[in-house]
């Protein structure tokens, strides 16, 4: 409950320092809109030349989008710094977070909140409400696979971002990673080769963020459903033992900072 009152604690607080500028919040959330739209935009243009692409059309197109769009902006408004994990442990600004009381990896996480997400969050609704008309039977169903798909870009990117422990300044291969989760979860697994394929469920877990979750809306199968909150769950608790490992290792950086 603790950390559920911490969790709620910095959503709060950071939502509030981000309407004490109203207008330069909704611009952030109109530009990220318009990015993920230019970007849909190459998909429609290729749908209208071909029918589908191994089996997919625009609409699964659109709800792959919808789900990664839905779950990259959930896993920024909660845990706005999980893609800074390797830039904070590498400069020394974890010391602030070993010296409080709540969990130190949590606390991280949840202390930032980016205000260009909730753009992310309100195109993944419009995309899968268009590429679904009528369908809202099963926007609970979207939502929740959403969420798992950006609590796998969360896990991964701790994961990714706590090898800082061990190889010092890892923030740049941190962040090629990260980009290839994201960038790779936008297409169907299914249009890559065997191998490859096979990577973006294991190495870069793609698959997991956005083909698996969008089969499951078109069709639903409890069994795949099992096994892709099972993977979230897994991933998530192998980033948590993972980070904790490295604290063994981390060097402070001496630093002194108030925060308010």
Same mark, same amino acid.
Do not use: D, K
């Given at each position: 409950m603790k950390t559920v !009152? $911490? =969790?709620?604690? %910095?959503? !709060?607080?950071?939502?509030?320092?981000?309407?004490? %500028? !109203?207008?330069?919040?909704? $611009?952030?959330v109109f530009g990220m809109v318009l990015n993920n739209t230019m970007l849909l935009f190459f998909w429609w243009v290729l749908f209208d030349r071909l029918p589908s692409l191994q089996g997919w059309n625009l609409t699964g197109v659109m709800t792959i989008y919808g789900i990664v769009a839905f779950g990259f902006g959930a896993a920024n408004v909660v845990c706005g710094n999980s893609f800074s994990v390797a830039q904070v442990i590498a400069s020394g600004d974890l010391d602030y977070y070993l010296a409080l009381p709540a969990d130190p990896l949590v606390h991280l996480l949840v202390s930032r909140m980016s205000l260009s997400a909730w753009g992310d969050l309100l195109f993944g609704v419009m995309v899968f409400l268009a590429a679904a008309p009528g369908q809202w039977a099963s926007l609970p169903l979207f939502l929740l696979l959403g969420l798992i798909a950006g609590l796998v870009m969360v896990g991964f990117s701790v994961l990714v971002g706590s090898l800082a422990f061990w190889i010092g300044n890892a923030d740049n291969l941190a962040m090629q990673a990260i980009n290839a989760l994201i960038t790779f979860s936008l297409y169907p697994a299914e249009i890559f080769p065997g191998v490859v394929r096979i990577l973006l469920y294991t190495l870069i877990p793609a698959g997991f963020v956005g083909s698996m979750p969008a089969r499951l809306l078109n069709e639903f199968d409890w069994g795949r459903l099992a096994t892709l909150a099972a993977f979230a769950a897994g991933i998530t608790l192998a980033a948590g033992a993972v980070f904790r490992?490295? $604290?063994?290792? %981390?060097?402070?950086?001496?630093? =002194?900072? =108030?925060?308010?």
């Open positions: !009152r $911490l =969790v709620l604690s %910095y959503l !709060r607080h950071n939502l509030m320092s981000a309407m004490a %500028y !109203r207008g330069a919040f909704l $611009l952030q490992w490295g $604290l063994y290792r %981390y060097e402070s950086g001496n630093l =002194v900072t =108030v925060r308010g």
